[in-house]
C-alpha cells in the first residue's frame, strides 16, 4: 500500500506554508543550516503587489498568509514539522523539510523575468 498523502492531516494554509518554507531553506542565503540538520529560517519574503519573487519561482501573496500568522506556526510546531519563535524565526525540523506537501508546483511559479 503506498504511503498516504498528507498523513500529518495538514490543513489547506498549514500546507502552503510548509511549502513555501521549504522553498526558502533551498536557497542560498536565505536559511541557516543548524549542526543538527534543521534550518533556521529568519528572513521571509515581503510581497509586493500580489506576489513576491523567492529565488527563481513568483509566489501569489495570496498563497503567503501562512508565514504571517501564529497560528500556522504554532500548528507546524505542534505537528513536529518545525519550531516557532513567533514572529522572529522558523526552524524547519528533519520531518518539515522532508515532509511531502505536494503543493510546490501549484504555488512556486517559474518566473520568466
Known amino acids: ?27 542560498p542565503g536565505a536559511a541557516n543550516q543548524a549542526p543538527n540538520g534543521e534550518v533556521v529560517i529568519a528572513q521571509f519574503p515581503a510581497a509586493h503587489g500580489d506576489h513576491f ?24 510546531t505542534r505537528k513536529g514539522l518545525a519550531k516557532a519563535e513567533w514572529p522572529r524565526q522558523m526552524t524547519l525540523t528533519e520531518l518539515g523539510i522532508n515532509y511531502d506537501t505536494g503543493d510546490a508546483k501549484q504555488i512556486l511559479r517559474r518566473a520568466e523575468h
Open 1 to 27: 500500500m503506498p504511503p498516504k498523502r498528507n498523513p500529518l492531516n495538514l490543513n489547506p494554509l498549514q500546507l502552503r506554508t510548509l511549502t513555501l518554507l521549504q522553498a526558502i531553506a533551498r536557497i
Open 53 to 76: 519573487h523567492l529565488a527563481d519561482a513568483t509566489v501569489a501573496a495570496k498563497d503567503a498568509s501562512g508565514l504571517y500568522k501564529e497560528a500556522v506556526w504554532n500548528a507546524l
